[in-house]
């Protein structure tokens, strides 16, 4: 039974993986415009560019969460894993229904380019902390893309409404 709990956080994250990735690529492939198909399959493969340009550039979030992690620093730790990733999950979130309102293509596209960039992100961060943290801290690792993804949906279950007026708020 231990060994049953302590391999199916696992199988879940990797599950929820390929389910988040399943979506992406079925909301690229949902348009029946060609055009619009393409700059949806531009979209994706620019959230994949992000990460790995960033990366190139010297800027790893990865690579922060994990020293944060392991040098065990509160304070820093609490920035870099809870109220940034907050903070640009709500953004987000705030800004993609504002498209919403105004174009359901544009707004489709920043949600493939976010969701993308979030799922190389998560699976990043995720297989880093299984090769290099055990125990807590392997799961302290992953609150950042936690609090993104919790905050972007929060945010939009609570503030969208399809039937609401763009100019109420």
């Known amino acids: 039974m231990e060994w049953f709990l302590g391999v199916l956080p696992h199988v879940v994250i990797v599950i929820g993986l390929l389910g988040k990735l399943a979506v992406m690529i079925g909301a690229v492939l949902a348009s029946d415009e060609f055009t ?5 399959a531009s979209a994706f493969t620019s959230g994949l560019l ?10 790893s979030i990865t690579g922060a969460v ?12 609490g920035l870099v894993a809870v109220v940034v990733p907050s903070a640009i999950g709500v953004f987000l979130a705030w800004y993609t ?3 919403l309102e105004r174009s359901k293509n544009v707004a489709t596209r920043v ?20 090769g290099t943290l055990t125990g807590v ?3 302290k690792a992953l609150a950042p893309n936690l609090m993104f993804t919790l905050s972007i949906s929060l ?3 609570f503030r969208y409404d399809p039937t609401r007026s763009p100019d109420r708020d």
Do not use: T
């Open 36 to 40: 619009e198909a393409v700059i949806r």
């Open 111 to 130: 949600m493939i380019l976010v969701g993308v960039w979030s799922i190389v992100q998560f699976a990043d961060i995720y297989f880093k902390a299984i």
């Open 155 to 157: 945010y939009a279950i």
């Open 66 to 77: 994990l020293e944060a992690v392991r040098l065990y620093a509160p304070i820093r730790f």
């Open 50 to 59: 992000l990460h790995y340009g960033a990366q190139a550039l010297g800027i």
């Open 97 to 99: 229904i504002r498209c």
């Open 137 to 139: 801290a392997r799961h």
